[in-house]
């Protein structure tokens, strides 16, 4: 699928503001106790037990064509060991990160089946570039909280849950540089960020190019104009998304290629 | 008397701490209150399943209730779900099974029989009551306060190890209902998503871990963890599932009790016990499945029949006709049957006359799933001397460097199916063609595509005049592709290919 493979250092895919949240979260002591609590209570165990038991392993002998995805994705990324990969089934647009110390990746799989080969390389190199980044940790703290929250310190859970979404709210930069960087296909990239909000066809429809953002600009121009005015916006950002809204992502992209292009 | 029970379940059964978890729960009548409300209503939001409305699906329950020797029948019902599922509701005999529609679209009878006897599994065996429990133990996280964590604990871990076990007991029964263990190893497959073999992935269940064995040292917290993860889980413990199923289909506890399970189950697998069969009674079940279109005990009963082995008698004719029953069923082992075929028109035998190009197609076709590669399958062809081993279609051809546009683009203007590969692709001029595993798609001018399929290539062989200065390729009288421009990837693979599997 690629002849030659380029490699990337961890200073070009991962995002500034994803490394500035990651370090802050482990800064906090918070983070060191629920490490703790999840060592203690046998988490990551039970976590990849489920997983292992329960649900189809893709290998380089069922799934020639992810696995050689995965192994290019390492490479690009240098991630020394390749991880695992699931699949679950599920007809929603999207691929996840599992596990903590040892994470592997998991594919819904009627999304395998909806894209095709540069898709899905995208995808993929932006979960190995995650875990590089350190994101399957930061994933499973947030899974803990939310399982068992219930049993750690109020105040502790809420120290925790703001940093949580400060490092959640920036992950997806350097997804989103990542799933760049392995296809170089700018239209690709930003119909990706669409990928779990709406249908691939309706998606398409935005007739998204190689260099610009087709129908969607109009859209894209709106919200900027009235994020200049309206402070609200930041505000409603926060109540309704854990993520940033896609022209925000769509903005930080292009500012990494022009960036890159220098 | 017969059991599917799996051990695992009765020895959960009798601990200690399993009845007092039972004892310490059944305090919580909540959840069972709401079971009856879920009774009383589900014939207001959901399909009935009667004969009149859903006769396909009724028949297969009746027969499922039949193999598992039910007298009475309970109301089922069809859900508007996406998933592959069914769940069973109710308690002190009176039951609703309810099924989702993904299931009814997705599955295959047999598989379809297996969801529901995978039910009624659990109602025979006394499952409901437990699952009721179960399902309000969450509760016992304010029980814990009372009794201790550690205690609570141990009683988790107990439910834990049964709710597993009772698992593998209803997957015994779904493979009685269906009369096959595949079955519900296809239903695995299917509520995993992967029933359908995609581009991309297929199932090859795989085994590193105890399929008996729990986690070490589940606490409390990990316990109730392990419950909220499970319950989330589309097909809890799927994959192990799938390894004691196996094992079961081949013990001799179901070979006595369940013959016609282990007797199939086997004649897929080729089971060396099986397959050397010489006594009458597997014989004879070897005959029956075979006769009723299973194409594992077809194929092994032809091999058998060729061979003259097993105290069967040397019977060629009606060794191809099983062979050739085999190759017209689904699955792995109709593979088989059509590479034996394939074989026997690259030799010709016993009234088959050779016949290479038929050979050809029915080798490459079924070479992988018989685990040979491409290029093995091609060194079939090494005939009269002539070694055409290594120029195979897949050396010849290589990976496939037509990128997603060109491919889109291509099968457009070619009008080219999905279900074919294109591993080169190019247009000079008016003319543009493809080179795909069954042949070559290509367009003059205006005119309409043209699909030239590899056996007419084969049998209108390409010379060394056609190809050597010619402006065209030709096949036969047939243009192919415009030769002028000397190296175009389309004559030049054409070419290769030609000079790789024609006899010279």
């Excluded at chain 1, 991962?14 to 802050?24: E, H, P």
């Excluded at chain 2, 209730?65 to 308690?91: C, Q, V």
């Excluded at chain 2, 179901?254 to 006594?279: G, H, M, V, W």
């Excluded at chain 2, 299973?294 to 091999?303: E, I, R």
Aim: hydrophobic share 40%; net charge negative.
């Amino acid at each position: 699928m690629l002849d030659n493979i380029v490699f990337f250092s961890e200073d070009v895919f991962i995002d500034s503001r994803d490394k500035a949240a990651i370090d802050a979260l482990y800064n906090n002591d918070a983070s060191k106790t629920i490490l703790k609590f999840i060592s203690d209570n046998g988490l990551e165990g039970i976590y990849e037990y489920i997983y292992k038991s329960s649900y189809a392993r893709l290998t380089e002998n069922t799934s020639p064509v992810i696995f050689e995805c995965l192994k290019n994705s390492c490479e690009m990324f240098a991630l020394d060991s390749i991880p695992e990969i699931y699949a679950e089934f599920s007809y929603e647009n999207t691929a996840s990160l599992g596990g903590m110390n040892k994470p592997f990746i998991t594919l819904n799989t009627e999304y395998i089946r909806t894209v095709d080969k540069k898709t899905l390389l995208g995808i993929i190199a932006s979960k190995i570039a995650e875990i590089k980044a350190g994101h399957a940790q930061v994933r499973f703290m947030m899974w803990v909280l939310e399982m068992v929250g219930q049993y750690i310190p109020a105040l502790l859970s809420k120290i925790l849950t703001a940093a949580l979404d400060e490092c959640e709210k920036n992950m997806v930069y350097t997804s989103d540089r990542a799933f760049y960087l392995a296809t170089r296909n700018y239209g690709l990239t930003v119909q990706q960020m669409f990928g779990n909000k709406i249908s691939k066809e309706m998606a398409d429809r935005f007739c998204i190019t190689d260099n610009k953002c087709g129908e969607y600009c109009f859209q894209y121009d709106d919200f900027f104009e009235y994020k200049n005015n309206h402070s609200e916006l930041h505000m409603l950002q926060s109540i309704l998304s854990s993520q940033p809204f896609i022209p925000v992502r769509i903005e930080r992209l292009n500012a990494f290629i022009e960036e890159e292009a220098i | 008397m017969r059991s599917f029970v799996h051990p695992l379940e009765t020895k959960s059964r009798n601990l200690p701490i399993f009845n007092k978890a039972i004892k310490t729960l059944s305090g919580i009548a909540a959840d069972i209150a709401a079971e009856n409300v879920y009774l009383s209503t589900a014939n207001r939001r959901y399909f009935p399943v009667t004969e009149e409305l859903f006769p396909r699906l009724y028949g297969i329950y009746r027969n499922a209730l039949d193999a598992l020797e039910f007298k009475t029948e309970f109301p089922m019902f069809i859900s508007n779900e996406y998933k592959i599922e069914a769940s069973t509701s109710g308690g002190s005999d009176s039951y609703v099974i309810t099924i989702s529609s993904g299931a009814v679209d997705r599955l295959n009878d047999e598989e379809l029989a297996a969801l529901i006897g995978r039910e009624l599994g659990h109602i025979g065996c006394g499952h409901m009551q437990y699952k009721q429990l179960f399902k309000a133990v969450k509760n016992i996280a304010g029980i814990a306060g009372k009794i201790g964590k550690a205690a609570a604990a141990g009683m988790l871990s107990a439910l834990i190890s049964w709710n597993k076990a009772s698992e593998f007991t209803a997957d015994r029964a779904g493979a009685v209902a269906a009369g096959s263990v595949q079955a519900v190893i296809g239903l695995i497959a299917a509520q995993n998503g992967i029933k359908e073999k995609s581009t991309y992935i297929d199932f090859d269940p795989y085994k590193d871990i105890d399929s008996e064995e729990l986690p070490e040292n589940i606490g409390f917290l990990g316990g109730m963890v392990f419950l909220e993860m499970m319950e989330e889980t589309s097909c809890q413990y799927g994959i192990t599932r799938i390894d004691e199923l196996k094992k079961w289909a081949s013990s001799s506890e179901c070979r006595a009790d369940y013959p016609q399970i282990y007797y199939r189950y086997a004649s897929l697998t080729y089971n060396e016990t099986f397959f050397n069969a010489t006594d009458s009674e597997q014989l004879y079940n070897m005959h029956c499945y075979a006769d009723n279109g299973d194409p594992g005990a077809a194929y092994s009963l032809g091999m058998l029949y060729l061979s003259g082995k097993n105290g069967l008698p040397e019977n060629i004719p009606v060794g191809l006709e099983y062979i050739k029953s085999a190759a017209l069923g689904e699955g792995k082992k109709a593979f088989y049957a059509i590479y034996a075929i394939g074989i026997f028109y690259r030799d010709g035998f016993n009234g088959i006359a050779q016949n290479l190009n038929s050979a050809w197609h029915m080798i490459s076709y079924s070479a992988e799933t018989c685990g040979r590669s491409a290029s093995d399958a091609l060194k079939c062809f090494a005939y009269d001397g002539t070694k055409l081993s290594l120029n195979t279609f897949e050396k010849v051809c290589g990976k496939t460097d037509v990128t997603a546009e060109a491919d889109e683009k291509f099968r457009r203007l070619l009008w080219i199916p999905k279900s074919e590969q294109i591993y080169r692709a190019d247009s000079i001029g008016k003319y543009a063609a493809a080179i795909c595993l069954s042949g070559i798609f290509r367009k003059e001018e205006a005119g309409l595509p043209l699909f030239i399929p590899w056996e007419y290539i084969l049998e209108n062989c390409l010379s060394a005049e056609y190809y050597n200065g010619a402006d065209f390729l030709y096949a036969g009288k047939t243009r192919i592709y415009p030769m002028e421009r000397g190296d175009t990837a389309v004559s030049k693979t054409a070419v290769k290919i030609m000079q790789s599997l024609i006899k010279k």
